[in-house]
T-cell receptor, first 116, second 109 residues
């Protein structure tokens, strides 16, 4: 049973380009969470999705960032017109039952985004 | 003041020592999570607890809801325990975990 998979593991973009980060949850998990870890800072919640639905996006920046979790395929975190401040590690986690308050989350290895 | 505070920030121990990492929070919660982040960056969920105490191998986690405090203990520490240990609490909405800044543990042989 494969764990949570994220790709790419490392992504380099120039300012103004788009970054697409993918997350495939564990088999049987339909709840996905995205977190960001800025250099020398703690993890910050970004968004919580179920299949085809955004449940909580209270941690998402208002502009340039979007997330989806389609019926088929991985969850995608999309960052348009990247800036240097977007450089961070982006982690995805999944859970089988949903609700961070009540369910263990399984983390992916992260995608390290570097914006030049 | 951060909503989740961890102490100490950094901890160096000798192999075999008993280790305690503390977490205090200021928000109402339903569950608290302890995570381990390895030097390579990967994150593993160690515990999720809402009351009392949980034990897994050499790791023990306790929580006191009234005092809004949790502790993570490591017995007979080993160099492979070296990692950053992160406390996280449910912040109200379904997905919104609030994280502490982590405690960096280094266990020397």
């Amino acid at each position: 049973n494969a764990g949570v998979m994220q790709n790419p593991r490392h992504l380099v973009r120039r300012r103004g380009q788009e970054a697409r980060l993918r997350c495939s949850p564990m088999k049987g998990h339909s709840h996905v969470y995205w977190y960001r870890q800025l250099p020398e800072e703690g993890l910050k919640f970004m968004v919580y999705l179920q299949k085809e639905n955004i449940i909580d996006e209270s941690g998402m920046p208002k502009e340039r960032f979007s997330a989806e979790f389609p019926k088929e395929g991985p969850s995608i975190l999309r960052i348009q017109q990247v800036v240097r401040g977007d450089s961070a590690a982006y982690f995805c986690a999944s859970s089988p039952l949903g609700g961070a308050l009540t369910d263990t989350q399984y983390f992916g290895p992260g995608t390290r985004l570097t914006v030049l | 003041k951060n909503e989740v505070e961890q102490s100490p920030q950094n901890l160096t121990a000798q192999e075999g020592e008993f280790i305690t990492i503390n977490c205090s929070y200021s928000v109402g919660i339903s569950a608290l999570h302890w995570l381990q982040q390895h030097p390579g960056g990967g994150i593993v969920s160690l515990f999720m607890l809402s009351s009392g105490k949980k034990k897994h191998g050499r790791l023990i986690a306790t929580i006191n809801i009234q005092e809004k405090h949790s502790s993570l203990h490591i017995t007979a520490s080993h160099p492979r325990d070296s990692a950053v240990y992160i406390c996280a609490v449910g912040g109200g909405s379904q997905g919104n975990l609030i994280f502490g800044k982590g405690t960096k543990l280094s266990v020397k042989p």
